[in-house]
């Protein structure tokens, strides 16, 4: 299972941070990502990171602004978000790998407005 | 980092088989045989239904099928059912752990 926490409204510029509580299975064994769906819009891929957390992947749009990282201690993936756009404004997933993207949360709702 | 490419809609009747198509490029759906499929309910988490081009998941039924012919890939589901009316969205793995999703296609049962 994973609980996604952490969205919220934010102004243009700003930051938010994301987090995505796991349970159920082994965290570390798994890469995860974050995928978001702004409001009217697919599903975009936005970050990856590897089991260990020493890898960690990226879409072009969030690249230099966004940071995924883990806490396999405390079975956690984070996604901080900084320098908000507009468009990042979406509901944002946690999914883990495994059989594609096997397992997936319920989702955050992240505005970006003035 | 374009969208892999499925037709906006595609509709049947009950019992009918529908078949949503997927195109991308070489780089992804073409060059490697990771592609999945993902029914969405607004509202809900989506579920994957199809991964690895044609492996079913335990508990999807088996009215779901994949398929893949170069750079496109097909997810197919015959004997048509209400409860399938979804968006359905292709993935493809892209290489360096990212991925691709294709722009959605709304499936809707007659």
Request: glycine fraction near 14%; aromatic fraction near 10%.
């Given at each position: 299972q994973l609980l996604e926490s952490g969205g919220g409204f934010v102004q243009p510029g700003g930051s938010l941070r994301l987090s995505c509580a796991a349970s159920?299975?082994?965290?570390?064994n798994h890469v995860m990502n974050w995928v978001r769906q702004a409001p009217g819009k697919g599903l975009e891929w936005v970050s990856a990171i590897s089991g260990s957390g020493r890898d960690t992947f990226y879409a072009d749009s969030v690249k230099g602004r966004f940071t995924i990282s883990r806490d396999n201690s405390k079975s956690t993936l984070y996604l901080q978000m900084d320098t908000?756009?507009?468009?990042?404004t979406a509901l944002y997933y946690c999914a883990r790998n495994?059989?594609?993207?096997g397992v997936w949360g319920q989702g955050t709702m992240v505005t970006v407005s003035s | 980092q374009s969208a892999l490419t499925q037709p906006r809609s595609v509709s049947g009747s009950p019992g009918q088989s529908v078949t949503v198509s997927c195109t991308g490029t070489s780089s992804d759906v073409g060059g490697y045989n990771y592609v999945s499929w993902y029914q969405h309910h607004p509202g809900k988490a989506p579920k994957v239904?199809?991964?690895?081009?044609d492996q079913r998941p335990s508990g999807?039924?088996?009215?779901f099928s994949g398929s893949k012919s170069g750079n496109t890939a097909s997810l197919t589901i015959s004997g048509?059912?209400?409860?399938?009316e979804a968006d359905y969205y292709c993935c493809s793995y892209a290489g360096y752990f990212t991925l691709l999703f294709g722009g959605g296609t709304k499936v809707t049962v007659l």
């Open positions: 159920g299975f082994t965290f570390s908000l756009r507009a468009e990042d495994g059989g594609g993207l | 239904m199809i991964y690895d081009v999807v039924p088996d009215r048509l059912q209400a409860e399938d």
